[in-house]
């Protein structure tokens, strides 16, 4: 294990209590190996299955009006077409811009501990770092008043994220599950929401205000993946456990994945229907509930296989986007290189300090930031069943404009971005993209608004986002050069 508080490209950091572990350690490298083998054999033994579904009339049918690129496409093609988008989407993890900023319970990432630890800790590491404890030891303890705050149904004894960890994941238990130590909380995993339905703020905004999007190909060989948010499916799926003391206006389809064998971005065909499967969500209303040929449809219009620009992308619920992919990081990702940029929320952060706060951010480790406007109210649970395009990423006035023609190795990357005019606003007033009301001139003529174009791998493009405003037309590169590996 590496000390910090050495002197980096960014400047010498304070000296963090607790010794910087490895990229990966020795036991999430051994996970890893033992869940590569139960993969690949559970996703061969579901290609033929997902083979036959994609050359169904029924499938064929729900994506024939919004997708015909992908009807014209044998079974085989389409699947081959179906994998390289999924490892081009978006990785994004929602954290909030100040702790209590999240609607979920726990620890989440900080800013402040990203930049004085040089990495994205995960939920257990921001826990023992943020306590108020001496020194550094071999084996710190987490201070039960913080072990309490981790577990929120009945501390000491049900945490659902530390179950989901030990037995969908496999992850070690703690030795005492109310004081885990930093290196086996640094044995654990990041939480990632993979970004395939396109989505302005890349992740569920329930989440946090502020989001990071990581390198694909820094961390493709360190992710595993479930078919459907871990939270929820203990929640839901597992009888054991207690209810929840909440109520949650929706029901899973447990079936659809049981039992749950966990994928990775080599061997993941078994997880393809099987979150079409789990979402299809009952209807509390009138007790309908979709074919998964119409899940099927709700994904794949908003994917690159639908015609159309980005800014045409059919409306969806607010509810839907937790109907993502949970690709979760079981390593410790480094700065800058593990992440390609920063998202931040128009409606809650533009023009305050915290957004300010988030631009320092991107600024010290040379990571753009964009703004996603399409939640355009700062307090999404008072719009539970909302319908938007979540179309609305912006990127300001550093955004370097360039024709769409331009070749991937000419386009210049805009390392950093800030608002135009001043960025100040007084706490509790919204923005507004189309007058200014943040407290400088409009947003709309001086920035670009960008297209989250899950690229289209087999036009081999190197854009991470594209579209046009009044302005010009504005793409910018994953910090690669290409966004299938990146």
Known sequence: WLLAGTSTAHGTAEQPKFPIPPTQTDAQIALLARQQVAAKEASEAATPHVLAFFASDGFRAAVRGCCPEAVAMSAGELLQRFR???????????????????????????????????????????????????AAVATPLLPPALGATLLPWTPGKVNPEDIAETSVFGCKEFADANKPTWQEASDRMVYVAHNMRRVDFGSDPIFGDSVAIFSNNYVKDMVLIAAADTGLWEMFCN???????????????????????????????????????????????????????????????????????????????????????ETNILGNVRFPDGVRFLIGSFAKLFGTSRGRRLQAFAKKFGWPLVWAAEVLHPNITKHENISSSFSGRILTQQCRVCPASTRPSQRQHPRTSRPCGDPSRAAGTMPSLANGTYGGPSLQPSSCRLSRSQPRVAAATSMLASGLTSAAECAFVSSSGSSSSS
């Not at 609607?103 to 004085?116: A, D, Y």
């Not at 109520?247 to 659809?256: G, I, N, R």
């Not at 499967?277 to 009138?286: A, Q």
Request: aromatic content about 14%.
């Open 239 to 325: 009888k054991s456990l207690p209810k929840p003391p909440f109520k949650l206006p929706f029901k899973m389809d447990c079936s659809a994945w049981s039992p749950p064998v966990i994928a990775t971005w080599d061997h993941f065909d078994h997880v393809i229907l099987s979150n079409l499967g789990v979402w299809r969500l009952v209807n509390e209303s009138n007790k309908t509930q979709p074919s998964i040929y119409d899940e099927a449809r709700a994904l794949f219009e908003r994917s690159p296989f639908a015609i159309g620009s980005y800014s045409s992308t059919p409306n969806m619920s607010l509810m839907s986007i937790i109907k993502y992919w």
């Open 84 to 134: 390289a988008e999924v490892r081009s989407a978006e990785l994004a993890h929602a954290f909030p811009s100040e702790q209590d900023g999240a609607m979920t319970r726990g620890s989440h990432f900080k800013v402040q501990l990203g930049e004085e630890y040089g990495f994205f800790l995960n939920g257990w590491q921001v826990g023992l770092a943020s306590a108020n404890a001496s």
